[in-house]
């Protein structure tokens, strides 16, 4: 319901603009290998989902609601199948630079997705005026390429997409009332969390050490402001639109069977049916379970 002119996010629960909240998030890939790094915009993101991909590093992908304040996301990067379907379960509009055809290329093109692409082998409704590659000296071109938000917006409109949600959104999570926090008295403490653990292992979220040469993710909880703030090779994760470093209310590990496809080591993941899950928020670890149709 509308209060001033403002709804509750059906991706965080925060009180919004009813325009924004409103809309369909846009789902960016977004690289996460350490050459790619800082990214742009992702402390705007209301969920950022991340998962390893092929060479054993991690991928994002961003849903973005409120991108108003942006020119550009990024960087874009390429597609793989799992996404996209984590995609569908928020009724996102996918957005991707390139695709692992063999996997992806039936999905993506179909009427269950609304995809926002440059125009490659694999796609047949290209957007390319919804993709731009900037100057970075020093950078790899594929690390230059963003998604333009204004031109993201041209491209909804030409390709006829609801920008709206439509029926096939249905809240992933149910958030606590203003101004109550969820305490969870009794359970665990978890203030530093390590989606890799901090022994040596090739999962993509790797553990070397200190000096920067893997990814080793790191969630240090701040109980001051209830927030987890992300490091990553070694140093804080930083959005280069503001300078600040990433932080998030909550924590959610999704425990799913993976396996090795190919020779290329393109990975699939099980995200659809029940698994167990691990949720930190509040400084308290919480174990559970999830659920994709």
């Known amino acids: 319901s509308e209060v001033n002119g403002q709804v509750q996010s059906r991706l965080t629960g925060e009180w919004k603009d009813a325009d924004v909240a409103q809309r369909r998030a846009l789902a960016l890939m977004i690289p996460n290998n350490k050459a790619a790094l800082p990214q742009y915009g992702i402390s705007k993101a209301s969920i950022i989902y991340e998962a390893p991909v092929e060479g054993r590093t991690t991928r994002l992908m961003a849903y973005f609601e409120d991108y108003d304040d942006l020119e550009r996301i990024g960087p874009a990067r390429s597609s793989r199948d799992y ?9 996102a509009i996918y957005c991707n630079w ?48 963003y998604l333009v938000v204004e031109g993201y917006e041209k491209a909804v409109d030409r390709l006829g997409y609801s920008k709206e949600y439509t029926d096939r959104f249905e809240q992933a999570f149910t958030f606590a009332d203003e101004g109550y926090t969820a305490t969870y008295e009794g359970y665990p403490e978890a203030t530093v969390i390590y989606p890799g653990g901090t ?18 993710p790191c969630f240090t909880y701040n109980p001051e402001d209830g927030l ?3 490091s990553e090779y070694g140093k804080e994760q930083i959005d280069e639109y503001n300078g600040e470093q990433l932080a998030v209310s909550n924590v959610v590990f999704k425990i799913c069977h993976g396996e090795v496809r190919d020779a290329k080591d393109y990975l699939a993941f099980g995200v659809h049916g029940t698994g167990d899950a691990v949720v930190f928020t509040n400084g308290k670890v919480i174990k559970g379970t999830w659920k994709h149709e």
Do not use: C, H
Request: without cysteine; charged residues 20%; glycine residues 12%.
């Open 83 to 91: 996404y996209v379907y984590e995609a569908m379960a928020y009724d």
């Open 98 to 145: 390139g695709l692992a055809v063999p996997y992806v290329s039936d999905l993506i093109n179909s009427d269950r997705v609304d995809n926002i692409s440059v125009t490659l082998q694999g796609i047949n409704k290209g957007a390319d005026e919804a993709f731009k590659r900037y100057t970075r000296s020093g950078y790899a071109d594929e690390y230059r390429g």
């Open 199 to 216: 022994g040596s292992n090739s999962s993509g979220y790797g553990w070397g050490s200190s000096n920067g040469t893997t990814n080793s």
């Open 228 to 230: 987890y703030y992300r």
